[in-house]
């Protein structure tokens, strides 16, 4: 598996499996098959409810909880310090685990600094081996990695080929933080599966438009989390370290950005009413 070293010297894989809108009930199944795939990064979040099908499925894999590397996020319900605080020994208990490889605050809003200040100490503490952000886009991002004592490790956001986030990584490394994609595959949103460029590039190399568009991503230097319920995807979306995109292909995927969210806007008013609500 490639690895990342993170700001910290901590060392990530560089793929992993998501599991957002993976039910509760189907969580520990999916986990426990992408864990037989070889899957060995788990990304998921308070926000999931599915903490403890990963920690179950973490369990029965009788894996070495150091071979594994576990990503949980603090939801803004939790957030100001002493919430945060205690919703991270909640995420440690669900999970069935003393540590969290990489503890995000999942969103920019609320008392975001008292949350952060809460992943800080519970680091020092050896709880989290490494505290990071999502969805925080430069101007959020750059405010809080100025004001803060232990820089984000990684920032998750959006990232796939219609929305590409290279301004946004550039900002990242400027504090040495890594890009994390979230939906990788863009969900299946904009006809992604059907991608003429990427269907094009995926005949050149015998590769599916999954595989072409995480290889792109790889080479820009992310940390990917596609995710599948099925088996035979898992495997197809880890199988991609055995070809390498030219620098052609490299430029005709970057001219699919169209610099705009499949998903919401963070900077949108309505959309910061939205998540007001679900406070
Ligand atoms: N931080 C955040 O705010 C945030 C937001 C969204 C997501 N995330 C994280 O990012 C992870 C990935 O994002 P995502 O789940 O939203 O979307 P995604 O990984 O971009 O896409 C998942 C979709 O693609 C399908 N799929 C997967 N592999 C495929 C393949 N090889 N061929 C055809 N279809 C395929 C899946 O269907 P099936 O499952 O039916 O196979 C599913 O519908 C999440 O699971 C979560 O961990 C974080």
Known sequence: ??????????????????????????????????????????????????????????????????????????????????????????????????????????????????????????YRAGKLRAIGVSNFYPDHFIDLASNVEIVPAVN?????????????????????????????????????????VLESIGRKYGKSVAQVALRWLLQRDVIIIPKSVHVERMQQNLDIFDFELSQEDMDAIAALDTQRSLFFDHHDPEVVKMFMSWR
């Open 1 to 122: 598996m490639k690895t990342v070293t993170l700001n910290n010297g901590v060392v990530m894989p560089q793929v992993g499996y998501g599991v957002y809108q993976v039910s509760p009930a189907e969580c520990e199944r999916c986990v426990s098959d992408a864990l037989k795939v070889g899957y060995r990064m788990i990304d998921t979040a308070q926000a999931y409810h599915n903490e403890e099908g990963v920690g179950a499925a973490v369990k029965k894999s009788g894996i070495a909880r150091d071979e594994l590397f576990l990503v949980s996020k603090v939801w803004i319900s939790n957030y100001g310090y002493d919430k945060a605080k205690a919703s991270i020994d909640e995420s440690l208990r669900r999970l069935g685990t003393d540590y969290i490889d990489l503890m995000l605050l999942h969103q920019p809003f609320c008392d975001r600094y008292g949350a952060y200040r809460a992943l800080e100490d519970a």
């Open 156 to 196: 998750q956001v959006e990232t796939h080929v219609f929305d590409q986030q290279t301004s946004a990584q550039a900002y990242m490394k400027e504090f040495g933080t890594h890009m994390m994609a979230w939906a990788p595959l863009a969900e299946g949103r904009n006809n992604f599966f059907s991608n003429p």
